[in-house]
């Protein structure tokens, strides 16, 4: 009995070994390509940051160019100027979110105010060599839609800047900046697609690593392995090393249960197994 019960031992553990062998395997490569996909998905997000403030910026001289003028006009007639009034009536395109759009128009809105303010104190035109083009743009629409002799004294020292600023492009121009944002815009779709792609992918791998870690059904199978070894094996030969030998009919009968127990544990683990595999499938 101890040597079948030892025969036996060795085959159902070589196959417990190498399981856990594969496992340690999986799970190294697992934590491995998750450790990989992070970096790569922190490389993306840069990449995405990156190419979304470029667009955000052109998004953002579209509007002052579209929207300004009618802004300042708005304020002068009607007392104010809504972020969600210019989000209304000009929404840019390539803007993806109402959130991005607001942002965009609340900045519109403050920078109308600042210039109306700035002209009730008394100031003029700022210059244009010390101010971003959008915020000069923002000053001219201001300047433009205020009462007509503000305008003409302030038309007389820059009217030469006001008009280069204010004259229409050349076609060749609008197309060249119409095709740039629109490449603009598709990169950044692009780059979102990779970014949620690499996402999908590293949680897809991070649960499975998790799952890895906890195999189900291992320390049962451990513990009718180890169960198998102590009634076939080590009982078995802790009796032939007794002297005298106990070698009655009641011993005898202990023995024989104790292996066909063993024998059950681990038949009755086969069977769950294949039971659980067959209902998985």
């Not at 104010?80 to 942002?103: A, F, H, K, N």
């Not at 700022?126 to 971003?132: E, L």
């Not at 740039?180 to 897809?204: A, C, G, M, V």
Request: glycine share 6%.
């Amino acid at each position: 009995m101890a040597q079948s019960a030892a025969a036996i031992v060795a085959i159902v553990g070589g196959f417990l070994v190498s399981r856990v062998v594969a496992l340690s395997s999986e799970r190294q490569g697992l934590e491995r390509r998750a450790r990989e996909l992070e970096q790569q998905t922190l490389d993306q997000a840069a990449r995405l940051q990156e190419v979304h403030e470029r667009r955000q910026d052109e998004s953002w001289e579209r509007l002052v160019k579209l929207a300004a003028d009618k802004c300042a006009e708005r304020r002068v007639e009607h007392g104010s100027v809504s972020p969600e009034w210019v989000v209304e009536e000009y929404w840019v395109r390539g803007v993806p979110t109402r959130e991005e759009m607001l942002d965009l128009a609340g900045l519109l809105v403050e920078g109308i105010q600042q210039a109306s303010k700035h002209f009730e104190r008394g100031g003029s035109m700022p210059d244009f060599q010390t101010t971003d083009r959008e915020d000069y743009r923002i000053y001219e629409a201001v300047r433009n839609a205020r009462p007509q002799p503000v305008k003409r004294v302030d038309h007389l020292s820059f009217s030469g800047l006001s008009g280069a600023l204010s004259s229409p492009e050349s076609g060749g121009v609008f197309v060249w900046k119409q095709t740039r944002y629109d490449k603009l815009i598709d990169d950044e779709r692009e780059q979102r697609t990779r970014l949620s792609l690499l996402e999908r992918e590293r949680d897809f791998v991070q649960t499975e690593a998790a799952r890895v870690a906890k195999p189900q059904g291992l320390w049962l199978a451990a513990a009718a392995f180890a169960y198998l070894t102590v009634v076939g094996v080590v009982v078995p030969v802790v009796g032939l090393a007794w002297r005298p030998v106990p070698f009655d009919l009641f011993a005898r009968r202990v023995l024989v249960s104790l292996f066909v127990s063993g024998l059950s544990v681990v038949g009755c683990y086969l069977i769950w197994a294949i039971w659980r595999l067959s209902r998985a499938g």
